[in-house]
């Protein structure tokens, strides 16, 4: 499945619809990974073929999103996106956790085990 990119819209349906709820309540069918992004971004680029290996070999186990931060400001000031890229890891129970900077592909593998699919192998 090739990676998604969210709008305000689809992000309220797939992940997380902030304007119902306070308290973060996940709405997806499948863990995933959001890659909050901007064109300009010489680091985004790097991230972005990563993303695109990992949807790949992830395909049915989690999803891969990304928000364009120009295009959906009101998402990236949702969740205090200060820096680019930030990598918000989202798991079906518990917090999402968010990595900031361009993360090596060993480094997302690890989280992706750890935090994504713990307990799903």
Request: aromatic fraction near 10%; glycine fraction near 6%.
């Amino acid at each position: 499945m090739a990676l998604e990119h969210l709008t305000k819209q689809t992000f309220l349906d797939k992940v997380f619809n902030y304007e119902a709820n306070q308290e973060w309540k996940f709405e997806g069918t499948l863990p995933c990974i959001i890659d909050f992004y901007a064109d300009w971004c010489g680091p985004c680029k790097m991230v972005a073929p990563i993303l695109e290996e990992l949807s790949t070999e992830y395909t049915g186990k989690i999803n891969i999103y990304k928000i364009d931060t120009e295009a959906e400001q009101e998402l990236a000031s949702a969740f205090g996106i200060r820096s680019i890229p930030s990598i918000l890891f989202v798991p079906m129970d518990g917090p999402p956790q968010m990595a900031v900077g361009a993360l090596p592909k060993d480094s997302m593998k690890q989280t992706i085990n750890d935090i994504l699919l713990a307990g799903k192998n």
